[in-house]
């Protein structure tokens, strides 16, 4: 016979054993429910905070966008206007633009800013002549004051390229 030392200890592994079991489903499973609840509801408080990070966030792009309206009214926009029409253009006269400088500034006498940009176009003379015209129609990108047009020699073959380099200047 069993003493009762023996199924003491016995009882007390079969207790050790039984609670492990239950940690692992019945206890582990509730912590687990407990966590996940807890981040639903810190969800849940960050999704009531979005009106107003919806306010704030368009109140920043009001900012921005008085920011960008003040810019481009400025000496950038003129450039990126005359280097949009360059784009434009490029398909239709078949030419390249190989360097395109940043604006030079000069003030005259009486005080009057004169912007100057240019811009190095390589094509045939016709794509050439046809750009010079176009900028010529454009007056909001300045006068032509120069153009200067190159051949370039290559070897001994004909090359029927030109380099041109545009000078606009802008008063203001």
């Known amino acids: 016979m069993k003493t009762y030392k023996q199924k003491n200890l016995g009882l007390f592994i079969a207790f ?76 239709q006269y078949h030419y390249t633009i190989v360097d395109f400088q940043k604006p030079h500034y000069f003030e005259g006498e009486n005080k009057q800013i004169t912007r100057s940009f240019v811009c190095v176009i390589e094509g045939d003379f016709k794509s050439i002549l046809q750009l010079a015209r176009s900028l010529e129609t454009h007056p909001e990108f300045g006068a032509l004051v120069h153009l200067a047009l190159e051949r370039p020699v290559i070897g001994r073959r004909k090359n029927k390229l030109i380099t041109a380099t545009i000078l606009l200047q802008l008063y203001s």
């Open 16 to 91: 050790l054993i039984l609670a492990v079991f239950s940690w692992k489903f019945a206890i582990q499973n509730t912590l687990d429910e407990r966590s996940a609840y807890k981040e639903l509801q810190n969800l849940q408080k960050q999704f009531n905070n979005l009106p107003l990070q919806l306010a704030k966030l368009q109140a920043e792009e009001n900012v921005y966008d008085s920011i960008l309206k003040v810019t481009e009214q400025g000496h950038l926009n003129i450039q990126k206007q005359l280097l949009l029409h360059l784009n434009t253009y490029k398909e």
